[in-house]
C-alpha cells in the first residue's frame, strides 16, 4: 500500500509562493494529484501528473499560476504555487492513482496553506 507524507504547507501573503511536496513509500501507482479541500467546500482536483511521461493536468482556477513536478528518483511529487490568492486557502492534499482502479485510491494526511490579504 502507498504512503504518500505532504510537506511545504504555511501561511502566506497574497502574491507569494509556496511549494507542496509529496514523498511517495514507492512508486507503483499511474499517477499523483494534488487535491484540495477549502472549509465549508467539496474536495476539488488541482493537478496531476503522471510518472512515467510526466503528463500534467490542472483546474482551470491555477492554471498558469501552479506547477506539478515530479522527481522520479525521489519517488516526490511537488506543486509549485505562486501568485497565490486568498480563495487558494485550503487543506492540500496528495494522492496517487491505482494503476488497476484508476481511482485515487491512497491519500495523504494534508498540508494547510492559507493565504492572507
Known amino acids: 500500500q502507498v504512503q504518500l507524507v505532504e510537506s511545504g504547507g504555511g501561511l502566506v501573503q497574497a502574491g507569494a509562493s509556496l511549494r507542496l511536496s509529496c514523498a511517495a513509500s514507492?512508486?507503483?501507482?499511474?499517477?499523483m494529484g494534488w487535491f484540495r479541500q477549502a472549509p465549508g467546500k467539496e474536495r476539488e482536483f488541482v493537478a496531476s501528473i503522471t510518472w512515467s511521461r510526466g503528463n500534467t493536468y490542472y483546474a482551470d482556477s491555477v492554471k498558469g499560476r501552479f506547477t506539478i513536478s515530479r522527481d522520479n528518483a525521489k519517488n516526490t511529487v511537488y506543486l509549485q504555487m505562486n501568485s497565490l490568492k486568498r480563495d487558494d486557502t485550503a487543506v492540500y492534499s496528495c494522492?496517487?492513482?491505482?494503476?488497476?482502479?484508476?481511482?485515487?485510491?491512497?491519500w495523504g494526511q494534508g498540508t494547510q496553506v492559507t493565504v492572507s490579504s
Open positions: 494522492a496517487a492513482r491505482d494503476h488497476q482502479t484508476g481511482a485515487y485510491d491512497y
Open positions: 514507492e512508486r507503483t501507482s499511474s499517477a
